[in-house]
C-alpha cells in the first residue's frame, strides 16, 4: 500500500475564526472548529456565456497532442527526478524551482505539452480520461545521485502528495480527512528502482498546471537525494480523486468556479493547526496569484476587472504584479507601465518592464540609472542586490549600449557590487580586463571562501577579481590555491601580462 506522503512547511502556523460567507458562486465549506481557517469570501458568481462544444476535428487535434505525450524524453517541471517547483508553460517566467540537486537539467516543455495547457478547460475531459493511461514514454526517473560499489544515497519512493483547497468543497470531499503526520518525520512511500513515466502520470501535471496545483507532479526531488513519484497509472485511488475534482459537465465554467475561490482565499493564522491540514494551508497561501494568472488567460474579458480591483487594494503586491505581467489585456497593461514610470522600488519596475516595448528603451535607460542612483548601496548580505539585477536586465536587454549601467554602479564600489560585476561581465566579457583590473589590488575581504572544508580561507576581492578575469580571459591565468602570497604571485603575473597587452579574445557572452 502507497502512504500519503505530506511534506510540509513545519514553521507555518495555522488558524481558528469564525467562518465568512461570499457573495455568490460557489459555497466553501466551513473549516473544522480547531483547524485553521482558510476561507474564500466574497467570491463573485460569474457565468459564462454558451459556447459550441469541441467540433470532431478539434477532438482529433486533442487526442493527437495526448497521444504524442509518449515521445517525451527530457525532464520538465513535475516530470523530473532533480528538481521541482511550479510552472505554467504558457507563461515561461512563471516557472519556480524549489529543491533541486547541483547541477541538474533545466527544464525544456514539448510543443504538445504546451498546446494541452494553452487549450486548457478545452482539453481537461480528454485529460481527465487518459489519468490512467499506461503508455510509457521515453522518460525514465530513477534516484538523483546514482549508487556506485554497491552504495546507493536516497532512493526514488512512490505517493500520494496532492493538496487541495480546503475552501473549495469539491476537493474537500474529493480529497477526504488528511492522515495526521508529523511533518517533522515524515513516512516514506513503497521504495522502487525507476520509474518510467506514462502519458497518464503527463496528463496529471498537465491538469495541474491548468487548475493552478502545483502538487500535481508525476515525479520531483526531495532533499536529500530522494525521487518522489506520485503516479496516477499506479495508483487508481489517485485518479478516482482527480476525476472527483474537475469532471464537469462544463469544464470551462467548473474552471472558472475553481479558480474564483482560489483568487478569494484567504488564510488565517493560529497555532492550533492540525497536523494533517499544514500541507493544505501551505498550499492556500499560494492559490490567490496562481489563480490570477489563469483567469487572465483562460477567462480575460469576464476577469480582467477582478484583477485591477486587487491591485487597487494592494498596490505594489509584488506576488500579485508578477503573476499578470506578462498579459496583454489593455487594462492590466496601462497599470502595469504607469507602475514601471512611477515606481521607486527596483523589484517592481523589473517585473513591469516586460511591458515595455523596444522603442521605450531610452527611457528604461534612464529610469534604470535613476534607480541606481536612488538608495545607498550596503555590503551586508549577498551581492545580488535590487541594483545588480538591474545591471543584468541592461545588459540583456541592451547590449553594447548598456555598458555605462556597469560603469555607473561601479561608481559606488562596494564589496558587493564588485562581485557582482564578477559575474554580470559574463554578458559581455569584452569588458572584462577594462571594468576589473582595477580591483587587482583591492584587498578587502569578501564572504566568499575557497580551499578545502575544513581547511577554507576567505577569498579577498583581488581573489575573487582575479578569478573572475581568468574564467573570461584564459590568457590571463589565475588558480584559487595555495597561501595570500600565493594568490599575491599569479595577481602580480596577471597584472604584468595586461600591462603588456594582451590579444587574445575573450570567450563567448553567456546566452
Not at 13 to 22: E, I, M, N, T, V
Not at 27 to 32: L, V
Not at 213 to 220: E, I, K, Q, V
Not at 264 to 293: H, R
Amino acid at each position: 500500500m502507497k502512504t500519503t506522503l505530506r511534506l510540509t512547511c513545519a514553521l507555518l502556523l495555522a488558524a481558528s475564526a469564525l467562518p465568512g460567507q461570499q457573495s455568490g458562486g460557489p459555497t466553501a465549506s466551513p473549516p473544522p472548529a480547531t483547524g485553521p481557517v482558510v476561507r474564500a469570501t466574497g467570491v463573485p458568481t460569474i457565468t459564462l456565456p454558451a459556447r459550441p462544444p469541441p467540433t470532431a476535428e478539434e477532438i482529433a487535434q486533442i487526442k493527437q497532442h495526448i497521444a504524442n505525450l509518449a515521445l517525451i524524453d527530457t525532464p520538465d517541471m513535475g516530470l523530473s527526478s532533480t528538481y521541482g517547483g511550479s510552472a505554467f508553460a504558457p507563461v515561461p517566467q512563471s516557472a519556480q524551482v524549489g529543491a533541486l540537486i547541483f547541477g541538474a537539467t533545466s527544464h525544456k516543455t514539448p510543443d504538445d505539452f504546451l498546446q494541452l495547457v494553452k487549450l486548457g478547460p478545452k482539453a481537461l475531459p480528454y485529460l481527465l480520461a487518459a489519468l490512467d493511461d499506461q503508455t510509457p514514454t521515453k522518460l525514465v526517473l530513477g534516484a538523483p545521485i546514482p549508487g556506485s560499489n554497491g552504495f546507493r544515497m536516497g532512493g526514488v519512493y512512490e505517493a500520494n502528495e496532492i493538496v487541495g483547497n480546503p475552501a473549495n468543497p469539491a476537493e474537500e470531499a474529493a480529497l477526504g480527512p488528511r492522515p495526521a503526520k508529523d511533518p517533522a518525520h515524515f513516512d516514506l512511500g513503497k521504495g522502487i528502482d525507476q520509474h518510467t513515466v506514462t502519458v497518464g502520470d503527463v496528463c496529471f501535471v498537465i491538469i495541474g498546471q491548468i487548475t493552478g496545483r502545483p502538487s500535481y507532479h508525476a515525479s520531483r526531488y526531495q532533499m536529500t537525494a530522494i525521487t518522489i513519484i506520485t503516479s496516477p497509472t499506479d495508483d487508481p485511488a489517485l485518479v478516482k480523486q482527480v476525476r472527483a475534482v474537475w469532471t464537469a459537465a462544463d469544464p470551462a465554467q467548473h474552471l472558472l468556479d475553481s479558480l474564483l475561490i482560489d483568487f478569494f482565499t484567504t488564510v488565517e493564522s493560529t497555532s492550533k493547526t492540525p497536523i494533517a491540514m499544514l500541507g493544505d494551508v501551505s498550499a492556500a497561501m499560494g492559490y490567490p496569484d496562481l489563480a490570477a494568472m489563469r483567469l487572465l488567460y483562460y477567462f480575460p474579458s469576464e476577469t480582467s476587472g477582478l484583477i485591477m480591483k486587487r491591485l487597487a487594494e494592494r498596490p505594489g503586491d509584488q506576488r500579485l504584479l508578477q503573476a499578470i505581467a506578462w498579459s496583454d489585456q489593455p487594462d492590466v497593461r496601462q497599470y502595469l507601465l504607469k507602475l514601471f514610470r512611477e515606481t521607486t522600488d527596483p523589484a517592481v519596475f523589473l517585473t513591469c518592464l516586460p511591458q515595455v516595448e523596444a522603442k521605450d528603451d531610452d527611457l528604461v535607460l534612464r529610469r534604470i540609472f535613476a534607480l541606481l542612483d536612488s538608495y545607498e548601496p550596503l555590503d551586508g548580505g549577498g551581492p545580488y542586490d535590487d541594483g545588480a539585477h538591474l545591471v543584468f536586465v541592461a545588459g540583456r536587454r541592451f547590449g553594447a549600449a548598456s555598458k555605462p549601467v556597469y560603469v555607473h554602479y561601479l561608481e559606488k564600489p562596494t564589496v558587493n557590487r564588485v562581485v557582482a560585476i564578477c559575474d554580470a561581465v559574463s554578458l559581455h566579457p569584452e569588458w572584462t580586463v577594462e571594468l576589473l583590473a582595477p580591483y587587482l589590488e583591492d584587498q578587502r575581504m569578501t564572504k566568499l571562501w575557497y580551499g578545502r572544508q575544513n581547511d577554507r580561507i576567505a577569498f579577498r576581492l583581488c581573489d575573487w577579481v582575479a578569478q573572475a578575469i581568468s574564467k573570461y580571459r584564459p590568457d590571463l591565468p589565475f588558480v584559487a590555491e595555495g597561501t595570500y602570497d600565493d594568490l599575491d604571485r599569479q595577481i602580480t603575473a596577471m597584472k604584468e601580462l595586461i600591462a603588456k597587452g594582451s590579444l587574445a579574445a575573450p570567450v563567448p557572452a553567456a546566452k
